[in-house]
């Protein structure tokens, strides 16, 4: 019985000495679930940073892509790209290379300097992916066109219409 109060006695002493230390450790818990909130919030915020940065750079670099293809400087495209493609005049056709378990697609010449509105974005962790409406002004029509970068930002190919 002595055995037991001394036990008990040993274990009140314990947990009264560490009642403070606890009040201490749950308040420092508490700061740190707060920074981490905080961190959370500004992580959050540079993923948005990040993604309107993606839009801009595709953007810029897409447009400018096909500057060069309406102005047939397609040395300065390849130059500038590092990118393969075919030119059929006759055809009025730019042909893209695209990923390498699919055909390129043609691109009609004609439609190149119509106006491009933007359809899609999508970044992911493979590369970012930015789609265009092209009108074709004498018919209203509308043509998807996608450009697709890699996670660097890398032009890799244009595709046309749904995937």
Same mark, same amino acid.
């Given at each position: 019985? =002595? ?7 040993? %274990?009140?002493? %314990? ?8 009040? @201490?450790?749950? =308040?420092? &818990? ?7 909130? /905080? ?19 595709? +953007?810029?670099?897409?447009?400018? &892509?096909?500057?060069?293809?309406? !102005?047939?400087?397609? !040395?300065?495209?390849?130059? @500038? ?7 059929? @005049?006759?055809?009025? @056709? ?5 990923? !390498?378990?699919?055909? *390129?697609? *043609?691109?009609?010449?004609? =439609?190149?300097? /119509? ?18 409406? &092209?009108?074709?002004?004498?018919? +209203? !029509? ?8 890699? =996670? ?12």
């Amino acid at each position: 019985m =002595k055995k037991i109060l001394g036990f008990l006695f040993v %274990l009140l002493v %314990l947990s009264g000495c560490s009642h403070d230390d606890n009040a @201490e450790y749950i =308040k420092q &818990i508490e700061n740190q679930k707060i920074e981490i909130e /905080n961190l959370k919030k500004e992580n959050d915020e540079t993923k948005i940073s990040l993604d309107q940065s993606k839009l801009q750079l595709a +953007d810029y670099n897409s447009r400018r &892509i096909m500057r060069f293809i309406s !102005e047939v400087d397609y !040395e300065g495209l390849k130059k @500038e790209y590092k990118t393969d493609f075919d030119v059929n @005049e006759k055809k009025g @056709e730019i042909l893209f290379a695209r990923a !390498e378990h699919s055909l *390129p697609l *043609p691109i009609k010449l004609s =439609k190149v300097g /119509n106006a491009m509105f933007i359809s899609s974005f999508n970044n992911h962790s493979e590369g970012t992916g930015i789609s265009y409406f &092209i009108d074709e002004l004498e018919t +209203d !029509e509308r043509h998807l066109v996608t450009f697709q970068y890699d =996670k660097d930002m890398n032009f890799q190919f244009i595709f046309i219409g749904d995937r």
